[in-house]
């Protein structure tokens, strides 16, 4: 039988998924000491981990190559795509926020405004929730820049603690855009092939998590 | 200005060769199969009026079409589904035709996915539709043709049943609106548990919001129904899964064991599907290779009611699957190279039919000298050539 494959976001979500495969039980030294290889095996079961960027976790596992994966909400929310969405893992925790300028009213006046973020996707979806017409720019590192630089009028972005914002003269407008974790996702024809050993794997880290 | 002339665009490709018979033999066990057990084909156009795909009732959306317009500027699509036009078709050309009507289709079904994902905007689609009959004896009659198709081409298949009237009876009990059951409906369909919670919470404690809140983790075996018996009170919802139950007791005799399997989450985007729903799937693909299901309301809309009941199969999907397993016999090597000396060139011809009606494969050369001939023959691998002049004298290339 071919390993499970589970492809990781390479990081900080690979490093607490590590966290609580450990936790389960799972053998995950050939993760650890993994040099520059990509595909490692986990000691004792019949499982394969994948390093991959995020986005690439949700493309490996929507055409079937990895059975599962572990990718943040935004990224999902950012991608879409076909496949299952089958556990909240509960860290990894942040919010898409939308924010401005400390001290103007975003919502004032009948301009257009200008929304600069890495995620156009989630920030279209947002805006035309409320009926409101924007231009997107896509910024690829530090959007906190592109107000300040008189590029844009706000950000929409990830947010932990809101502490880069407020050191960049930035306040958050409105921070319920969506809450964000890591999710445990699925092929979906994995899922129905392989759904033993995929929910014995998930029942593991499901009664891991949160510990 | 940018010439595209030697590329495909994207999502589509050419098929060569291998791919090419892959593709055909899948498309030709598989009409076989339905030809057999009485279903007719039939072709239709690959350019339809946007009217007959509009999103409410196809659950394609309208930025997955290709679109163009006629002549006269209405806005027409590249067909995204082979269903509607047949349900058209046979509410208007076969309109006196008696009942029922059993049809196949085995043609292309054009979607314009986001780029850069891996997925075919071109895609292969067979199928049937059983048209003007209700009940268990057709929902059988397709299921098992489902079945019989998929076991010709691959042995570990699984099919999957579900009831697209056990979500909607369960849902209707939900004090929400339809836009929050719809999106209820697409968190279900991902199998999203985080989300579906987080819209039930704001619900309340209340019965139906907890079947809802199990129902993508209801599939597996038969002890699945058993589960759902147990949450359930709702007379409508329990006859949805009696009658799953009954189907999968009648499947269960096809010794297909493990391979039958039953999900309840199974609540498709197409919202044509009003009772019983099945899915197809096959080591070796990410997607589902077969979709179908009853489909009892769809006929109203065009003004003429009838039940009906199909599925389609992705021939792609099942090619590629069967290729890469090496079950698609190998592209064919001539046996025989015939080459005429010159001013016999007819009786070379007539000598290639011959062997051809003799069922020998023969490829009539097209060089000018017999030692071309020869070369040719070697380099592709053809053991003999045959030389058609006053005699007709074969031998060996040595290939």
């Known amino acids: 039988m071919k390993p499970l494959r589970i492809a990781l976001t390479k990081g900080r979500l690979e490093k607490d998924t590590v966290g609580l495969l450990e936790a389960a039980g799972f053998d995950c030294t050939a993760v650890r000491e993994k040099g520059r290889r990509l595909i490692l095996p986990i000691g004792g079961a019949n499982i394969e981990v994948v390093l991959a960027k995020a986005a690439d976790v949700i493309t490996y596992v929507e055409n079937g190559v990895c059975d599962l994966g572990v990718v943040g909400k935004d990224t999902i929310m950012e991608n879409g795509r076909s496949f299952y969405e089958i556990l909240d893992l509960g860290f990894g925790k942040c919010r898409f926020a939308l924010a401005g300028k400390a001290g103007t009213d975003f919502f004032s006046g009948y301009e257009a405004k200008t929304i600069a973020t890495k995620y156009p996707n989630v920030t279209r979806g947002f805006f035309e929730g409320k009926g409101m017409d924007i231009r997107i720019i896509k910024i690829e590192g530090s959007v906190e820049l592109a107000p300040l630089l008189g590029l844009a009028d706000a950000i929409v972005d990830i947010v932990e603690t809101g502490s880069t914002l407020r050191e960049n003269g930035l306040e958050i407008i409105e921070d319920n855009v969506a809450p964000i974790s890591a999710r445990l996702i699925a092929n979906t024809a994995s899922l129905k092939l392989r759904k033993a050993e995929i929910e014995e794997l998930t029942k593991k880290m499901e009664a891991e998590r949160g510990k | ?399």
Not at chain 2, 286 to 312: M, N, Q, T
Request: charged share 25%; aromatic share 8%.
């Open chain 2, 1 to 399: 200005m940018k010439d595209y002339f030697r590329i495909t665009p994207e999502g589509t490709k050419d098929l060569l060769f291998e791919e090419c018979l892959a593709n055909r033999t899948v498309s030709s066990i598989l009409g076989s199969v339905f030809s057999h057990r009485g279903f007719h084909e039939v072709l239709t156009p690959g350019i339809e009026f946007y009217d007959l795909f509009s999103e409410e009732i196809s659950g394609i959306p309208m930025e997955s079409m290709f679109k163009m317009s006629d002549s006269k500027g209405r806005l027409m699509v590249m067909r995204p589904d082979s269903t509607l036009p047949i349900a058209r078709m046979v509410t208007t050309r076969l309109m006196n035709e008696r009942h029922p009507i059993r049809l196949y289709y085995n043609q292309r079904v054009y979607r314009c996915n986001p780029g850069l994902t891996g997925r075919s905007n071109e895609v292969m689609q067979t199928g049937i539709e059983l048209i003007g009959a209700k009940g268990k004896r057709a929902d059988l009659e397709t299921i098992t043709t489902a079945i019989e198709a998929l076991s010709k081409c691959v042995p570990d298949f699984r099919i999957e049943l579900g009831n697209a009237a056990f979500f909607k009876a369960v849902a209707k009990n939900l004090p929400v609106s339809d836009e929050k059951r719809e999106e209820i409906r697409t968190l279900i369909e991902s199998k999203n548990y985080s989300a579906l919670n987080s819209v039930l919470d704001k619900i309340g404690d209340i019965q139906a919001a907890d079947i809802i809140r199990k129902l993508p983790g209801l599939f597996g075996g038969v002890e699945v129904l058993d589960e759902a018996y147990k949450l359930c009170n709702d007379e409508t919802a329990l006859k949805t899964l009696e009658y799953v139950r009954e189907i999968y007791n009648d499947l269960s005799k096809l010794g297909l064991g493990e391979r039958l399997i039953i999900d309840l989450g199974l609540v498709q985007r197409n919202d044509y599907y009003s009772d019983i729903v099945f899915s197809g799937y096959v080591m070796g693909s990410g997607e589902p290779v077969l979709i179908g299901g009853r489909y009892d309301k769809l006929l109203d809309r065009f003004g003429l009611p009838a039940p009906a009941v199909g599925f389609g199969i992705n021939v792609d999907a099942l090619a590629g699957v069967m290729l890469e397993r090496g079950n698609i016999p190998q592209k064919q090597v001539p046996a025989v190279l015939v080459h005429s000396v010159k001013g016999h060139e007819i009786e070379a011809i007539k000598y290639t039919m011959a062997l051809s009606e003799a069922n020998i494969l023969g490829e009539n050369s097209v060089f000018e000298t017999e030692e071309q001939a020869l070369e040719y023959a070697r380099y592709k691998g053809i053991k003999k050539l045959a030389i058609v002049g006053d005699e007709i004298k074969t031998v060996d290339t040595g290939a």
